[in-house]
């Protein structure tokens, strides 16, 4: 401080960025960053191509800060409500739904798995590709049912719905 | 996958002919040639220059059966739709026969500038829905759910009735979450609520139960409440709860020896019976006698007893009431006064 005051830089500090304030939203020099509203707006959100022809679903296009304004979450408990129950135990049970899904049922799911949980009953849905054989799906709804519920130790319920393809749920070309 | 039969003869010394078919499975871009007739095939290490087949082929989409169109399209108009949709289910755009929209389209190169339709719509499958709750819903649910239902006790016809006979007001709380447990820890609190009129007291039992009840009584609404949490279940709470209403009353009643010491400041409120200021209005009167001596208090108190009493109600809603009356209340004592003092004077 006192070798600032020698040098005579105080002054100049304070006209051109504080340096010396203690507060650090109203007075940084890099705003952006300390201001609440303006950070963590990068993530998932992807840049443009050149030709504009990189297909997003609905879900893609809202950005994450436009959720609960265009878009609703993808999971639903009663955990993230305040005082809620289970809150890390819900949200690992979360994570390892989706990679199960992820790989059981390996490129069907064209949506986002979206996971509803009521009472003890976990609800599975999304909209998944009629690529497969009927059959087929639904052996892996019977088997992803029995072998979640099995894991979780509650009762899980799978509710699809199919489209023709990937074409079906393109939104708009980024 | 795809199945190749071949067939392979062997010619064997008799003259009979017999046909042997072997099935196997045969790789999609198999090199070697389709089928061989004889008992030796020859070994192809490296694929015929013949045969090559260019660069890796797209496997043929498999075609499926044609799918069957939307169920709302072949279902009746005068269905019953609790029969379509009896409980609680994900949106399905092929059941609902409704054109619904949702979601947000900014300009046209989204979605071609139209709202979007219900089909492969994933927003729709994420927020609750209400199908299952339409009104025939409740009457279905309402007419099943009758038989476990007795008919409201007819002494209940009025809320003061129901004050009457039913006097303490329970509060619990049952919390649901969507977790695999159905406990609750919250869940253990216990309230009871009542008017103290409910009960029966003397002048000393009530202000010694108010007393010792302290912030749980409430003077503006003459209410008790009891918050019961400290043990770890309902039962235990609500136990613990009767235990100390029931405590609280007996003890209430019990008159302690040094209860008789308490002073005018330990009053909840004025007693005028016991204030100075009726000693000082009996020696007034007593003044105002022609012979003294011959009249006792009970006596003066009785001849003047309507203005007695006035004045005995004014002074105490002066001591007892707050501001909010302040002034009409001095003017009343201060008419009362006057009125004492002129009859007498």
Redesign the interface.
């Known amino acids: 401080m006192n070798t600032y005051l020698k040098l005579n830089l105080l002054g100049n500090c304070f006209q051109q960025r504080c340096y010396l304030s203690t507060s650090p939203i109203l007075h940084s020099w890099f705003v952006r960053l300390t201001n609440v509203t303006q950070v963590n707006t990068e993530a998932a959100t992807p840049k443009h191509t050149r030709k504009r022809n990189y297909p997003l679903t609905y879900e893609q296009r809202q950005f994450p800060k436009l959720i609960g304004h265009t878009k609703t979450w993808n999971t639903f408990n009663t955990s993230n409500l305040r005082d809620g129950k289970r809150k890390a135990e819900t949200v690992s049970d979360d994570l390892f739904l989706r990679q199960f899904i992820y790989g059981t049922w390996h490129s069907l799911f064209v949506s986002e798995l979206i996971i509803k949980r009521r009472h003890n009953m976990i609800i599975l849905s999304g909209l998944v590709t009629r690529t497969i054989h009927p059959r087929r799906m639904y052996f892996l709804i019977g088997y992803t049912e029995e072998i979640l519920s099995a894991l979780l130790k509650t009762p899980v319920k799978i509710e699809i719905q199919t489209v023709e393809n990937k074409e079906d749920v393109i939104f708009t070309y980024w | 996958m795809s199945l190749t039969y071949l067939k392979l003869r062997l010619k064997l010394p008799s003259n009979n002919m017999l046909v042997f078919i072997r099935t196997y499975r045969q790789a999609q871009r198999s090199t070697g040639p389709k089928s061989q007739e004889g008992e030796f095939r020859t070994l192809q290490l490296t694929p015929a220059k013949n045969n090559r087949s260019g660069p890796m082929k797209k496997r043929p989409k498999?075609v499926?059966k044609e799918?069957l169109p939307p169920r709302y399209l072949r279902m009746s108009t005068d269905q019953d739709w609790t029969n379509v949709w009896p409980t609680?289910?994900?949106f399905?755009?092929?059941v609902v026969p409704l054109p619904i929209t949702q979601?947000?389209v900014a300009s046209d190169?989204?979605?071609k500038g139209l709202p979007?339709e219900k089909?492969?719509?994933?927003?729709l499958?994420?927020?609750?829905n209400f199908f299952h709750l339409t009104p025939n819903h409740i009457k279905k649910h309402c007419a099943a759910i009758k038989q476990y239902c007795t008919p409201w006790p007819e002494e209940f016809n009025s809320d003061e009735a129901c004050e009457y006979y039913l006097p303490i007001q329970i509060t619990t709380h049952d919390y649901?979450?969507?977790?695999?447990?159905?406990r609750?820890t919250?869940a253990r609190v216990v309230k009871f609520n009542f008017k103290l009129t409910q009960l029966e007291f003397d002048e000393h039992a009530r202000d010694k139960f108010v007393r010792l009840a302290g912030p749980r009584y409430n003077t503006d609404t003459d209410e008790l409440t009891l918050v019961a949490d400290k043990c770890p279940y309902r039962k235990q709470n609500y136990d613990y709860a009767q235990y100390l209403l029931t405590a609280l009353y007996f003890e209430s009643w019990k008159t302690e020896t040094w209860e008789q010491e308490r002073t005018k400041n330990d009053w909840q409120r004025y007693y005028w019976d016991e204030s100075p200021s009726r000693d000082r209005l009996l020696d007034i009167l007593k003044a105002h006698e022609k012979d003294p001596s011959s009249v006792n208090s009970k006596s003066l108190l009785d001849r003047n007893k309507k203005l007695v009493e006035r004045y005995r109600k004014s002074i105490s809603r002066v001591q007892d009431e707050g501001v909010e009356n302040e002034l009409k209340n001095l003017k009343d004592y201060k008419n009362d006064v006057l009125m004492l003092y002129n009859l007498k004077l």
Do not use: F, H
């Open positions: 498999p499926y799918v609680a289910t994900t399905k755009q092929s979601g947000y190169k989204e979605n979007i089909r492969a719509n994933a927003e499958m994420k927020i609750p649901l979450n969507s977790t695999p447990s159905i609750d919250r």
